[in-house]
């Protein structure tokens, strides 16, 4: 059970954090940011402390997600990085250091100082969960991660269709030989219903999610449908478990958050 697997370690994987998770994906696009967001939400909601930490450093959207791109991250006079908070949740992204629409052209050392900065030189306080938005595939920065701070395992976001699971299958493979626990796998834009009809599709698919985490043993902790109200949500900042609560969508995120 995940549950089980979260509460069992109970070494604090960073002073005053009990629990990292990172929420990682094969492929871009599939959802892996809309699930960190509302689950670490939903988990805020529960009554648990959450931070929220965007290690997507070159395509930075939790701030976007959470409607606040404009504050910048400040830091005390111990050069302590203080994340902002919303609805609840403490968040650290890149996108408020760096003006919008500028690149980032760095490299691989400077990655994982900014990952560092962020994990440890950030004043994140007491939480329950600090939960991090990997970038997509099997890079610098998950390796950075793994290497640094004892984490309690990862959520792995897929859609059905097959060129996500062969991803996803990747990203899998690169957490078992970083020895990180695989807490299970979520199946995002898993069918679709149509509002006016009722007519279900299954657009990309469909159990795929479910499948692959049977084949390697992992547990799935559900399927997402793909809905308009999670889509318009995110894109203006106010994610769907707080603007759309009665929405399937924003409905399969909280019960995925209650695994946890
Ligand atoms: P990733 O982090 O994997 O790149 P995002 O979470 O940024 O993916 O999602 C990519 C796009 O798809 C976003 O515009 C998001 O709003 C949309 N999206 C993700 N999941 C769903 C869903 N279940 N239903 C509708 N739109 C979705």
């Known amino acids: 059970e995940f549950g089980a ?31 960190s967001t509302n689950l670490a939400i939903a988990l805020a909601q529960s009554g648990a402390r959450v931070g929220l930490m965007d290690a997507d450093i070159y395509g930075p959207s939790i701030a976007h997600m959470l409607g606040n791109t404009e504050d910048r991250i400040k830091a005390n006079q111990n050069k302590q990085m203080l994340p902002l908070e919303r609805f609840g949740v403490k968040f650290l992204s890149m996108a408020n250091l760096v003006p919008a629409g500028q690149a980032l052209v760095w490299r691989g050392p400077m990655l994982h100082g900014a990952i560092q900065q962020f994990l440890k030189e950030a004043l994140w306080g007491e939480l329950d969960y600090l939960i991090i938005d990997l970038p997509p595939g099997t890079g610098d920065v998950q390796l950075s991660l793994a290497q640094s701070v004892s984490i309690t395992g990862a959520v792995i976001v897929t859609t059905p269709q097959d060129v996500a699971l062969i991803d996803a299958a990747r990203a899998m493979d690169m957490f078992k030989k970083s020895s990180i626990p695989i807490l299970g796998v979520v199946e995002n834009m898993s069918y679709f219903v149509a509002p006016d009809t009722g007519t279900r599709y299954d657009i990309f698919g469909h159990g795929g999610g479910k499948r692959k985490a049977e084949q390697m043993s992992l547990h799935f902790l559900g399927e997402v449908p793909l809905d308009m109200p999670l889509r318009e949500a995110s894109d203006q900042g106010t994610p769907v478990v707080i603007s759309h609560p009665e929405s399937s969508s924003a409905q399969s995120l909280v019960k995925i958050s209650q695994n946890l």
Do not use: D, E
């Open 5 to 35: 697997t979260v509460r069992a370690s109970n070494k604090p994987a960073l002073p005053g954090i009990q629990h990292v998770i990172l929420v990682g994906s094969g492929k871009g696009g599939v959802g892996k940011s809309s699930v």
